[in-house]
């Protein structure tokens, strides 16, 4: 809790840039859309979920929160989070996975109505070992892709007890938070953990989904030569047209001085990869697991491995190449950095807000199912995030409302 002062001082920071947060907070504060709501939550405890978690608390939900990984909680947010709005947090960054998967517990003991996620991590956790609470959970929400992923998952083969809100498909999301606050937030963790120079260098990017088209975009905006690999040929073509270089990992990693896998893939740089890098190549992860970068054959490779810099572990291979891992191939622009930009997390989180109050509004009526957002909220988001930065747009005339849906005019 001594902490707790510089936490709140940087939870207001980020507050400055969150308006459309703020004005749900308002409406919230109004119409206390979540009272009596008890809400378990597993997110990273960052600036911007302290935000988050202030607008529920004045929506009139109860909360808990654990952190959705263990070296991303920021710990003088956890301290001001306690203090100063009463919500039991339990992270610590650098947990253990024993102490990661008993925090998760702790949120789960206040018996939630809904549950917030990011990697789906709490979700799982109460379908494999808390089938006492699906009586009194209405449903949950899920922040990211890999989450998504493991729920339909979950959803296809039958065993999903209770909806989601699939938080990260909706457009307000994905489109600013994947692509610009990975894109920023990735390179942000890999020059303050190696005070490394981009430009002229070759940046190897793994994946072209909506987080690594950011990080390649960015990469090349700093002078950085940018290469891409996938597995998608409409993603690869799309990389191919954005002007990088798509080749297979195996070629790439003879070429890279930087590489970032940001895919949710497992194992996408591996042994044989690793065996033909050059001295002295940076390896970071952006996606949501630790298993894109291979570490058990790093680890077997390595016949050293030194600590250079804080988050720095650098893999001394048999013939004297060093191989350099930041942030123990968690996701970078958390481990080694702050995480998205608040502006950008001001969307999102505006969009799980409102995916919660539209949960509580609905009770017990929803499937079973991974359900998108829906596309009113969306809209929401993107029209207050609009009129925060002053920008205004056009609005149809009834004439052009007319012609877009009429099929008679042609040439
Ligand atoms: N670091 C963060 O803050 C942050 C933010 C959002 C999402 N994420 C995570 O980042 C990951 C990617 O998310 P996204 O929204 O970009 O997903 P996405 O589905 O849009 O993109 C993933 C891409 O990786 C490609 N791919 C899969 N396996 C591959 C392989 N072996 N080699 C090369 N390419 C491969 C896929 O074809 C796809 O184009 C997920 O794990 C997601 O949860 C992290």
Redesign the pocket.
């Known amino acids: 809790l001594g902490l707790a002062d510089e936490g709140r001082r940087r939870i207001d920071w980020a507050a400055q840039q969150m308006p459309v947060l703020a004005s749900v907070e308002q409406r919230f504060a109004r119409d206390q859309p979540l009272a009596g709501m008890r809400i378990g939550a597993c997110l990273h405890v960052t600036t911007e979920t302290a935000n988050l978690v202030r607008v529920l608390r004045r929506g009139g939900a109860e909360i808990r929160l654990a952190a959705s990984n263990p070296l991303s909680t920021q710990d003088d947010v956890a301290a001001a989070i306690v203090q100063d709005l009463h919500v039991p947090v339990f992270a610590i960054k650098g947990e253990d996975t024993a102490t990661y998967y008993r925090h998760i517990g702790q949120v789960l003991a206040c018996r939630p109505h809904i549950t917030l996620d990011d990697?789906a991590d709490l979700t799982c956790a109460v379908h494999a070992e808390h089938p006492d609470l699906f009586d009194e959970i209405f449903g949950g929400t899920e922040e990211?892709?890999?989450?998504l992923v493991r729920l339909r998952a979950m959803a296809a083969s039958g065993a999903l007890r209770y909806p989601i809100i699939a938080v990260?498909d909706a457009l307000s999301k994905?489109l600013f938070?994947?692509r610009y606050?990975?894109g920023q937030?990735?390179i942000d963790g890999i020059l303050r953990s190696t005070n490394t120079l981009l430009a002229g260098k070759t940046f190897v990017v793994?994946?072209?989904?909506?987080?690594?088209r950011g990080i390649a975009a960015r990469a090349r905006g700093m002078g950085a030569i940018v290469l891409v690999?996938?597995?998608?040929p409409l993603?690869a073509l799309e990389a191919t047209m954005d002007g990088h270089r798509v080749l297979p990992?195996l070629e790439a990693a003879a070429l890279g001085d930087v590489f970032v896998t940001?895919?949710?893939?497992a194992r996408?740089l591996d042994r044989q990869h690793f065996e033909r890098m050059k001295d002295g190549a940076i390896l970071a992860n952006?996606?949501?697991?630790n298993v894109e970068i291979h570490l058990p054959a790093l680890q077997e490779m390595a016949v050293e491995i030194r600590q250079p810099r804080p988050s720095v572990e650098q893999f001394v291979l048999a013939d004297g190449r060093r191989l350099n891992l930041l942030a123990q191939g968690r996701?970078?622009?958390?481990s080694a950095a702050e995480?998205?930009p608040s502006a950008v997390m001001d969307m999102s989180f505006a969009n799980q807000a409102l995916s919660v109050a539209f949960l509580a509004r609905k009770g017990k009526s929803l499937a079973p199912a991974v359900h998108p957002v829906p596309p009113e909220i969306d809209a929401e988001v993107a029209q207050r995030k609009l009129e925060a930065m002053e920008i205004r747009i056009d609005q149809l005339t009834s004439e052009q409302q007319k012609y877009r849906t009429s099929w008679k005019v042609g040439t």
């Open positions: 990697g990211t892709t890999t989450g990260n994905h938070d994947n606050g990975t937030s990735t793994a994946g072209y989904g909506w987080c690594s690999t996938e597995v998608d993603r990992m940001a895919t949710g893939d996408v952006a996606g949501h697991f996701l970078i622009n958390l995480g998205h």
